[in-house]
């Protein structure tokens, strides 16, 4: 089982800190995505973009990041935006019939599932360039340079790209049973990164600093994946149904549960050793800390559940 | 004038064309290399560098051009919007969307590589577009490159590309389609990236607002031109010579503008859309609004 190392997270509390942000993410995101005509493509876009049961990991992680280094919250909600937005583009195709083929997502029925695959590929191709010109168009001319955003602009591309989720989409479909690592890693590791590295650039971190974000963001971000995967290997064990198991590759799936806990400690380890660098910067590095705790925490409650 | 140079040819379109071309085929060569893994970046390729005719990088060029900017400035939107092209036909092509098997004269996307891998090709293409605009466009204030960015990020999503899909796929099998209705259709379909182009190279090539306003009808007048043309061509021309399936709005009984305003009046109507197109373009100097002028008479009167 997870050893519980007492840690800042005690004493911070994530939840006010996360529901806070969430909240505030919530009414940005459902602004950004008015119903006009034609109704049906905005309608399929908020579905899965507004889903109730979205953790909006990668959007808190992006302003925590942000502040991590003093900067405005106003300058990151934007690029927060965007990617909670790529971010639902992706799922959306990934749970296609002719890709993973998952009928329901967060409890819900997949987008496809509501309106038909054809839209569903529209609403993932139209969520794609709102995240982009959603950056554009409202982040703080005063608050980020434009230098800064295009940076921010390419990163999130080159997440989303040929060498990042899509070549882990291609892999969990295509690759080798042994391919689980880099599956992992650009599927679920890259969206960290991503999110972490955009938080960094928009604050005007340094390079040293961006690649410590980098190395952090990604490490939690397959950690999420890794801790999800045994709960679902668990649930699945439990329940002695073969239906139940996904397509994709998991850690669990691969190397069973005992190694997969392993590889979430290495990990947890090595998110918070990248943070220890950035010491300096005091209190503010809390809420970066109380992610990869949450990451692995949550699975106490949901696993004493079952 | 006009006749003037109708009848002394001071540019030469085909040489233009030809030139052109071959630089953004070069470009795009260069820019989408075949990295691991292979087979995706093997399916963007295969449907990228397809022998396109490469309307919509060569107005881009143009538009750079015209308003005092050079290719090279111009060179990785041009590319960028042929990826977003190149992305919504093998989305378009799709057994889910339009169910085409043939594009370009070659089979489609999906029937080379599968299904997942063609929806995969399409998102990576459309990710690039934005990554190399905005990390290859070199010698242009960052400003002009953000306002770019955005201008094609509109042109692709709800009030572009996508609405336009939209609305056709649900137009289908409807029998009041009117014109105002394909208007809708095809000003986001088609001219919706079209104008993109244009405004992407006046941006970044420095053009005033003015400037860039009267591209940007320009390309819209344009945009409705192509597909005018296109309707007209599809009934009246067969499957070789298009390199597409021709007859296949008629099969689908869909809305178009021969079957709303009949084959006569549909050819009335593009020529005075490219009229409107060329008025716009009255303010600049003729000598480098040629090539402009020359890619309106040629999406006019091109027979494929």
Excluded at chain 2, 102 to 119: I, Q, S, W, Y
Aim: charged share 25%; hydrophobic share 40%.
């Amino acid at each position: 089982s997870f050893s519980s190392t007492p840690s800042l997270s005690t004493q911070f509390d994530l939840k006010t800190y996360w529901t806070t942000l969430i909240g505030e993410i919530n009414k940005k995101l459902d602004e950004a995505i008015p119903v006009q005509y034609p109704e049906k493509i905005y309608e399929a876009m908020r579905y899965s973009v507004l889903a109730k049961a979205a953790k909006r990991a990668p959007p808190v992680m992006c302003v925590a990041a942000c502040e991590l280094f003093g900067g405005n919250r106003l300058a990151a909600f934007p690029t927060a935006c965007a990617l909670e937005m790529v971010h639902a583009a992706s799922l959306i195709h990934d749970d296609l019939p002719c890709m993973d083929d998952d009928p329901s997502r967060r409890g819900k029925p997949s987008n496809h599932k509501i309106y038909g695959v054809d839209m569903a590929i529209l609403a993932g191709d139209a969520l794609f360039p709102l995240g982009f010109r959603h950056i554009v168009s409202h982040t703080p001319s005063d608050l980020v340079p434009e230098t800064r955003l295009l940076r921010v602009i390419t990163e999130i591309a080159r997440a989303v790209g040929s060498t990042g989720m899509a070549a882990g989409q291609f892999l969990d479909l295509k690759g080798e049973p042994n391919s689980v690592e880099f599956v992992q890693e650009k599927k679920f590791g890259e969206m960290g990164e991503c999110s972490a590295v955009c938080g960094g650039l928009l604050a005007g971190a340094e390079d040293d600093e961006l690649q410590r974000l980098r190395r952090y963001g990604r490490a939690v971000g397959v950690l999420y994946q890794v801790v999800d995967d045994v709960l679902e290997e668990k649930k699945r064990e439990n329940e002695e149904n073969e239906e139940t198991m996904k397509k994709g590759k998991s850690y669990a799936g691969v190397y069973g549960v005992e190694k997969a806990l392993e590889v979430a400690e290495e990990l947890r380890a090595k998110a918070k050793k990248e943070l220890d660098g950035f010491e300096k910067y005091g209190e503010s590095v809390t809420p970066l800390y109380s992610f990869v705790d949450y990451a692995v925490d949550r699975g106490f409650s949901v696993d004493s559940a079952s | 004038e006009e006749e003037e140079s109708e009848s002394e040819p001071t540019f030469s379109f085909k040489n233009y064309v030809a030139l052109k071309a071959n630089s953004v085929n070069q470009a795009l060569e260069a820019c989408v290399s075949l990295k691991d893994p292979k087979k995706i970046h093997e399916a963007m390729r295969y449907s990228l560098l397809a022998s396109g005719k490469r309307v919509r990088p060569m107005l881009c060029i143009a538009a750079c051009e015209l308003v005092g900017g050079t290719e090279s400035i111009a060179m990785p939107a041009a590319c960028a919007v042929e990826m977003i092209h190149t992305m919504s036909l093998i989305h378009d092509d799709l057994p889910c969307m339009d169910n085409d098997d043939l594009r370009r004269g070659k089979p489609t996307n999906h029937k080379v590589f599968g299904e997942d891998v063609a929806v995969l090709a399409g998102d990576a293409l459309l990710a690039f577009a934005f990554e190399h605009i905005a990390v290859s466009t070199v010698g242009v204030p960052p400003a002009r490159v953000i306002r770019a960015v955005g201008e094609l990020a509109r042109s692709i999503g709800t009030e572009g590309l996508v609405a336009g899909q939209v609305v056709d796929i649900c137009s289908e099998g409807l029998s009041d389609v009117g014109l105002e209705h394909l208007e809708f259709i095809h000003l986001h379909k088609t001219a919706a990236l079209l104008e993109a182009a244009v405004v992407l190279g006046a941006i970044l090539g420095g053009g005033s607002h003015e400037e860039v306003e009267k591209l940007r009808n320009f390309a819209r007048y344009i945009g409705l031109l192509f597909q005018v043309v296109d309707d007209i061509l599809d009934v009246t021309k067969s499957s070789r010579e298009l390199g597409k399936t021709a007859g296949k709005d008629l099969v689908a009984d869909k809305a178009t503008y021969p079957k709303l305003m009949g084959i006569e009046k549909s050819k009335e109507f593009a020529d005075k859309l490219n009229k409107d197109a060329q008025d716009q373009l009255s303010a600049f100097d003729p000598e480098k609004a040629a090539p402009l002028i020359a890619l309106a008479n040629y999406i006019a009167n091109r027979q494929n």
